[in-house]
């Protein structure tokens, strides 16, 4: 190999990611090593896992926390209204965003939760971004909102590769955010938050999101929501 140029090596077509490479380190002007998954994920790697909107109503049965409403609506993603709730919040407490990789969501409908479903393309730390805007009702400012993003189980995924359906299936949170809602003039001042708390999930992993809603109520609001997910 010492008398043998770089272009004259055997290719080597499907590296694994524990494979090592040679890099400069320009900074501590020194040669040094890399593995392929460092390269990958150190160097600005990482895919959207899918980016859209809608407007999340809250009715009051599914306020106080106790419900996550799914993003993606009866008619799927694109639906201009995300209304349903997806399952109860495991997370009775205000504000609490729990531990991702172990949080679990259980007794899920396939049914319910199949409109808010993408699959990852890539392997990664899940994190979700969300722009919100607020009802214009005096009644929820100062309020906490929570984001919530969930990996389908095996027993869910094997649900959906073969058509069965069903209900039962459990989902573990991958990444959680929060905010509370401004105190005035709640729908002129638009906010934004990105979750820092993701976990690690593989490419084909099936992720979702939902909305958690932790005041209370006395008619229906609506909130206009832009989210992303991906992986970095």
């Not at 380190?25 to 809608?54: C, F, P, R, Y």
């Not at 919040?89 to 899920?108: E, K, Y």
């Not at 979702?208 to 109520?217: A, R």
């Amino acid at each position: 190999m010492a008398n043998k140029k770089i272009t004259e090596l055997t290719a080597l077509t499907t590296p694994a990611a524990t494979d090592v490479l040679a890099i400069v380190d320009v900074a501590g002007a020194e040669t040094k090593k890399i593995t392929v998954a460092n390269l990958i994920g150190g160097g600005g790697g990482g895919a959207s896992v899918v980016t859209g909107g809608g407007r999340v109503q809250v009715s009051t049965s599914y306020d106080n926390g106790a419900f996550c409403l799914g993003w993606g609506g009866a008619l799927g993603f694109n639906y201009y209204i995300w209304s349903a709730s997806i399952g109860t919040n495991p997370l009775s407490t205000s504000g609490d965003l729990g531990t991702p990789g172990t949080t679990q969501m259980v007794s899920l409908n396939l049914t319910t939760v199949t409109n808010c479903m993408f699959i990852a393309p890539s392997d990664g730390i899940v994190t979700t971004s969300i722009v919100q805007e607020f009802d214009g009702s005096s009644e929820v400012s100062s309020q906490v909102m929570r984001y919530m993003v969930w990996k389908a189980d095996a027993s869910l995924v094997t649900a959906l590769e073969d058509g069965t359906g069903g209900s039962g299936f459990t989902a573990t949170l991958v990444a959680s955010a929060k905010l509370t809602v401004p105190s005035a003039s709640q729908i002129v001042k638009p906010m934004t938050i990105t979750s820092t708390n993701g976990v690690s999930v593989s490419a084909g992993d099936i992720l979702f999101g939902s909305t958690v809603y932790d005041g209370t109520l006395t008619s229906n609001r609506y909130f206009a929501t832009n989210i992303s997910i991906y992986t970095t």
